[in-house]
């Protein structure tokens, strides 16, 4: 008579890998490439480059990404060397398994926008760099909508409220 083992039945969990910095973009897509399952949470960002207020995507946890592995069917090997990754988050000698819940969660976010107010701050101090207000000191009050701002203005001594476009502030050095 055979007995049988109770068959364990294995499924894959969610890994942290720890990409080289800057590259967790390029990584993401070379483990793409190579038929891994990879989440990459991203955000949706304004920041201002030359001057302009442009949106530009980061990654909600800079030199981190997720990947989605069996212990026992996927090939591990190929991951340490694929260009991006600097390494597999262990305890030991033991790969950190995320709860699946917690990436489902950041799955299920849309990509965050975060509109005017990552750049500006209500109350901090900036230049007008266009228009009749040129060169001109303002307090940054609040945005309103993507493109407009509301800044506060001191005008024949008594602050005044003004509706300005977001490109024409930057903030004040000093």
């Not at 109770?6 to 080289?20: D, G, L, M």
């Not at 949106?55 to 694929?82: A, G, H, K, M």
């Not at 975060?114 to 901090?124: K, R, T, V």
Request: one cysteine or more; aromatic letters at 10%; a positive charge.
């Amino acid at each position: 008579m055979e007995v049988n083992e109770p068959y364990e039945e294995v499924t894959p969990c969610w890994y942290v890998i720890q990409c080289k910095g800057g590259e967790s973009f390029r990584a993401a897509e070379h483990l793409t490439n190579q038929g891994y399952d990879v989440f990459h949470p991203v955000l949706n960002a304004k920041r201002k480059r030359q001057g302009k207020l442009t949106t530009v995507t980061e990654p909600l946890f800079p030199y981190y990404l997720f990947i989605r592995l069996d212990q026992t069917v996927s090939n591990w090997r190929p991951i340490r060397s694929t260009r991006g990754v600097l390494r597999l988050l262990t305890f030991g000698n033991t790969p950190v398994a995320v709860p699946d819940a917690l990436v489902e969660t950041l799955r299920a976010q849309p990509h965050h926008q975060e509109g005017i107010h990552s750049y500006f701050c209500a109350g901090e101090k900036v230049t007008i760099t266009d228009g009749p207000f040129k060169d001109l000191e303002a307090v940054f009050k609040r945005c309103k909508g993507e493109e407009r701002a509301i800044v506060l203005l001191n005008v024949l001594q008594r602050p005044q409220s003004i509706e300005l476009s977001v490109d024409s502030l930057k903030k004040r050095e000093g």
